[in-house]
């Protein structure tokens, strides 16, 4: 394998807290070791458009606190097609850019993987994801962080859903995960979960209902994740108010508030670990890897286990909840 002069760096898909200090981590990493280093703005769609710039280590200055990303993000069906992919190849050899290093969640490591199958192109991928759904590391960039966020948010909704003696679904992100909802119901004290991994409808609802609510306290909340599978927090307030119409009913969807905000400590040092560690294995002629993190260890995953496998919900968990929750 040629010698890596140039590595690029760029982020895709939905942003997380944590992608800055990676960018900064990838970037002095690279410089440290001798490297010229590029920023592609605007993800896969800046490598077809050319939105590339030349980072010494100015340009990650003070950046390592931001939420987003500097780099922008976008998504990009060009990337999707052959002819996409090959502007972007095009556009790699006219940077002299010798490695990628991507950052983003499944979607981002499904495009790394099929270009570089079809080009031969080193690419390192980071897990940057506030869904926590990556196979293969125990922990995404961004996921602490916008769960201490849903855990401010729904103790701020508990002083209120007390002082009302309400029954509150909170609406949290998670479209195919219920990580957020679950680890924010443990501990935010939360009644109950409802996640995609598990069958909810009728059964689970009638039992949170008549076995969960209301016997020893004056206020219920329960943490939905947005997935088509639940139905999302509307349909539960519905379906309680048409089916247990003696409940008093409130609605809080969280939104975007959940992707932005300052990382936390934790997700600052993960996300510095895994750049420096994606600088290293380049180094070390790895390709087609995500690196992750597994018992504070930083481990290499193939992009085909990482994308292929589904990351399962620890069932431990959801019995910690229900066994606290009475």
Not at 6 to 32: E, K, W
Not at 47 to 64: M, R
Not at 110 to 122: C, L, N
Request: glycine letters at 10%.
């Amino acid at each position: 394998m040629a010698a890596i002069k140039t590595i690029g760096i760029l982020t895709s898909g939905g942003d997380a807290p944590g992608m800055n200090a990676a960018i900064r981590a990838v970037t002095r990493a690279s410089i440290f070791n001798g490297l010229r280093v590029k920023g592609i703005y605007r993800g896969y769609k800046g490598l077809i458009t050319d939105e590339i710039k030349e980072f010494k280590t100015q340009d990650v200055s003070n950046i390592i606190q931001q939420g987003g990303t500097i780099l922008k993000t976008a998504r990009c069906d060009e990337f999707r097609t052959p002819e996409g992919r090959r502007q972007a190849y095009e556009t790699l050899k006219k940077e002299e850019i010798d490695a990628l290093v991507v950052i983003g969640g499944d979607g981002t490591l499904t495009g790394a993987r099929q270009f570089t199958s079809e080009y031969d192109f080193p690419i390192v991928g980071l897990p940057g994801t506030i869904d926590n759904d990556i196979w293969g590391t125990n922990f995404t960039i961004g996921y602490d962080t916008a769960l201490n966020t849903i855990l401010d948010a729904v103790d701020k909704v508990r002083d209120t859903a007390s002082s009302h003696e309400r029954l509150f679904f909170i609406e949290v992100m998670g479209r195919d995960a219920g990580f957020l909802a679950l680890n924010g119901a443990i501990a935010s004290g939360a009644e109950a979960a409802i996640i995609p991994e598990i069958s909810t409808e009728v059964d689970q609802l009638a039992e949170l209902i008549e076995h969960g609510f209301r016997k020893s306290k004056n206020s219920s909340i329960v943490l939905v994740a947005e997935s088509e599978i639940t139905g999302g927090a509307m349909h539960y307030a519905e379906r309680v108010k048409n089916e247990y119409p003696g409940y008093d009913v409130r609605v809080v969807i969280l939104g975007h508030v959940q992707r932005g905000g300052s990382p936390t400590a934790y997700d600052r040092i993960l996300a510095s670990r895994l750049g420096e560690a994606a600088v290293e294995a380049l180094l070390d002629g790895q390709r087609n890897v995500m690196m992750g993190i597994n018992n504070n260890l930083i481990v290499a995953v193939p992009f085909t286990k990482a994308i292929k496998n589904d990351k399962p919900i620890d069932p431990e968990l959801l019995k910690v909840l229900r066994t606290l929750s009475i």
